[in-house]
């Protein structure tokens, strides 16, 4: 069983519900070590300060906000401990809300609530009813020394917190917006609908795999083994497309052999 990051409890009115969080998600990436490729030595890195040229111990580095004319504000941990920070260790229910209301550009990290000890039939009590009513709950919580906007929702039996970044966070993408003068043809909407529709079924991650990781962990595993891999076929450079409607007509046909041939392969 995964061990908690961090233990709190969620104010929902006058009930208070004692929990646990765990992180939902794992990163699957393969780490690499920086080396010296003559000896396979690792890269190690001294923390020296740029002024008096000195290496730092760990234990006496502090915080500093640089301002724009280069002056540096020397935070101290007791600094920090003197913020307000008033959902140390509460989730605060602060709104419900319907879950589609809410962009998922918000969403920042997910992770899972557990009851703790006692908060066992409070939380049933909050996830059943936000299950009947379509509703999740917009909380404040502080999370590593940051207060953070989430979102509380029930998903198979269990509560899921998905943390939120503040509007401030958020970028305005309008730029890439293309402009109002290009325009398509109704029969190029009508082909690229028809290849929506090839490509349309439910969602199911399991059918998806990372290739990259694969080839790469294929790259490591042959280093070790000393057997280089073999040459792959160089992919033929895709021609400019020019006719919409033809290339979409193409991608719905390729599609459907795709699907046809994932299925004939599953019935096997």
């Known amino acids: ?9 969620i104010s929902f009115g006058l009930v208070t519900i004692p929990v646990k969080l765990f992180s939902a998600t794992e990163e699957k990436d393969i ?11 690792r890269i190690k890195y001294r923390r020296v300060c740029e002024v008096c040229g000195e290496e730092i111990p760990f234990a006496e580095i502090a915080k500093g906000y640089e301002l724009a004319d280069g002056r540096m504000v020397i935070l101290e941990k007791e600094d920090f401990d003197q913020l307000p920070l008033t959902t140390t260790k509460a989730v605060e229910v602060v709104q419900f809300v319907a879950e589609e209301d809410v962009d998922p550009t918000y969403f920042a990290k997910t992770y899972f609530l557990q009851a703790d000890g006692p908060g066992t039939k409070p939380y049933v009590l909050l996830r059943d009813a936000l299950v009947k009513t379509g509703q999740s709950a917009v909380v404040k919580v502080a999370l590593r020394s940051r207060e953070a906007l989430a979102l509380i929702r029930p998903k198979d039996g269990v509560l899921l917190m998905h943390t939120m970044l503040w509007p401030d966070e958020l970028r305005d993408g309008s730029f890439a917006a293309p ?4 325009t398509v043809s ?6 690229a609908e028809s290849f929506i529709e090839a490509l349309s079924g439910d969602f199911r991650p399991e059918d998806f795999t990372d290739a990259y990781r694969e080839a790469l962990e294929e790259l490591v595993e042959s280093k070790i083994s000393g057997v280089e891999l073999p040459e792959e076929a160089e992919a033929p450079q895709e021609a400019e497309v020019v006719d919409l409607v033809a290339a979409l007509r193409a991608s719905v046909e390729a599609a459907k052999k795709r699907r046809e041939e994932a299925e004939q392969a599953k019935a096997i």
């Open 31 to 41: 780490s690499f070590r920086q080396v010296h490729p003559k000896d396979g030595g």
């Open 186 to 191: 109704d029969a190029e909407v009508t082909m």
């Open 1 to 9: 069983m995964p061990r908690s990051i961090w233990k709190g409890a």
């Open 179 to 182: 402009a109002d003068t290009v």
